[in-house]
Structure formats: structure tokens, C-alpha cells
């Protein structure tokens, strides 16, 4: 089978680029589907390559009509009269990688938990907390708050500093699961607080026990989260050097 030139390959990454398939990650895996598609359908038909590049990109599903005017055997005008396949592509990318981050997150909160460090960390943490929420409650509550935020200011700061973070689909989406444990334990102090205004003895060992309940799911999250960033950051590295 005739292989595309490295020009070629460039051509087709541009094009998506120009297609807006803004993530590095994406755009790689339909470099792939696009070349291998593009060399079978020359092989096959013996068309060009142009041709055979407009014929995958309405296999996506995308149009190649320019306000109602049919632009099929153009190959600038019909490239880039729309992008709705691949934004279609990028939803479903979205959908797989949910489901293999939950995946990834709850083998790694189960293997977090049968970790003797980490058993000795959470043992300490709920001593801690268990004083702290008896003597300084009202601290105490607030001070879990700001400890489950923790990661999201390392999520925020690899964002800024690191191009890598802000192209990759997976790491922006992995970036996502550490705000679980904060958004709960957020959304519990909140009601907490509006159910319990008037109160003079608050019932602060709700939040000791969603602090202690959340606690593993906010280092489990953590660690997937670091585990994707890692992964994505090699790829790409490896990609551009």
C-alpha cells in the first residue's frame, strides 16, 4: 500500500487544525484514522489524494456545502465548510475517556485503600480531624474545605504553566475528577450552613464524617489525575522532540 509523504501528513494535521480539533490528543488519533483511510481509498480507487481527503472528511459525517452551495470537488472550499463530524468524534472521545476515568479512579481508590502509607496518612488525618472538629469546630470545618481545594491549585497551576494541560482532552478531563471530593464536601457545608443557622450547639460531626468520608476519594482523584497528566505529557513529548 502506498504510503503518504511526510507533506502529506502535514497537510492532513493542518487541515485539522484549521478544522478547530483543538486538542493535540484528538487531533493525533484522527491524523491516524484520516492517513490510513486516505492511503486505502488510493489504493483502492486510485484516486488522489485530494479526492481521497475529501471523501474521509464526509465520511465524518461533515458537510461540504458553503452557504447551500455544494462544494464537493473543491478541495480548500469543501475541507472547511464544516467541522460538525469531528466536534461529533471529540463528544464521543469525551464519553470514553468518562468512562475510563471512573474506571481509573475507583481501582485507584480501592488500591489506595489496602496501602499501608496511606492508611497510616488517613489514621492521622482523622485523629486530627476528630480534636479539631471537638475543640475548633467552625476552624476545623473551614480549614477540610480549603484542604480538599488543594489539588485544584495544582491542577490551576500545570494549566499555566504547561501548554501540554491545557491541549490534551485527557488531561482536561482527568483534571475534572479532583473537584469531586471539594464539590461534595462544599455542597454539604452548604447546607450545614443554611440548615443550621439558628442553632446554637451545631451538629459539626456531620462534617467530621463527610470530611473522613471524602478524604481518600480527594488522594484517589489525585492520583489518577497525576497518572494522566504524566502519561500525556510523555506522549507529547515524545511527539514534538
Not at 500500500?1 to 493535540?24: A, G, H
Not at 484520516?34 to 481521497?52: L, M, Q, R, T, Y
Not at 475541507?79 to 468512562?99: P, V
Not at 479539631?132 to 480549614?143: E, H, Q
Amino acid at each position: 500500500m502506498k504510503k503518504l509523504s511526510r507533506e502529506e501528513i502535514k497537510y492532513i494535521d493542518n487541515y485539522l487544525i484549521k478544522s478547530k480539533v483543538k486538542y493535540w490528543d484528538v487531533r493525533i488519533e484522527l491524523l491516524d484514522h484520516i492517513a490510513s483511510a486516505v492511503e486505502e481509498k488510493i489504493e483502492e480507487e486510485g484516486i488522489s489524494f485530494n479526492e481521497a481527503l475529501l471523501e474521509v472528511h464526509q465520511s465524518f459525517e461533515n458537510s461540504t456545502e458553503v452557504y447551500g452551495r455544494y462544494h464537493g470537488k473543491l478541495l480548500k472550499e469543501g475541507l472547511y465548510a464544516d467541522n460538525n463530524g469531528f466536534k461529533k468524534f471529540e463528544r464521543q472521545k469525551q464519553k470514553s475517556i468518562g468512562r475510563k476515568l471512573r474506571k481509573a479512579h475507583w481501582q485507584e481508590l480501592k488500591n489506595l485503600m489496602f496501602t499501608p502509607k496511606f492508611l497510616l496518612e488517613f489514621t492521622a488525618f482523622g485523629i486530627i480531624s476528630y480534636y479539631g472538629f471537638n475543640f475548633y469546630p467552625k476552624v476545623s470545618s473551614t480549614l477540610v474545605l480549603g484542604l480538599l481545594m488543594l489539588p485544584l491549585f495544582f491542577s490551576a497551576l500545570h494549566s499555566i504553566k504547561d501548554k501540554v494541560s491545557k491541549r490534551s482532552l485527557n488531561i482536561t478531563m482527568s483534571s475534572g475528577i479532583i473537584m469531586l471530593a471539594w464539590s461534595l464536601y462544599n455542597m454539604v457545608f452548604q447546607l450545614f450552613v443554611m440548615l443550621n443557622k439558628d442553632l446554637d450547639n451545631k451538629p459539626y460531626y456531620i462534617l467530621f464524617i463527610a470530611a473522613i468520608l471524602l478524604y481518600p476519594i480527594m488522594r484517589s482523584s489525585t492520583n489518577t489525575y497525576l497518572k494522566y497528566y504524566n502519561k500525556y505529557k510523555s506522549i507529547f513529548f515524545k511527539l514534538t522532540n
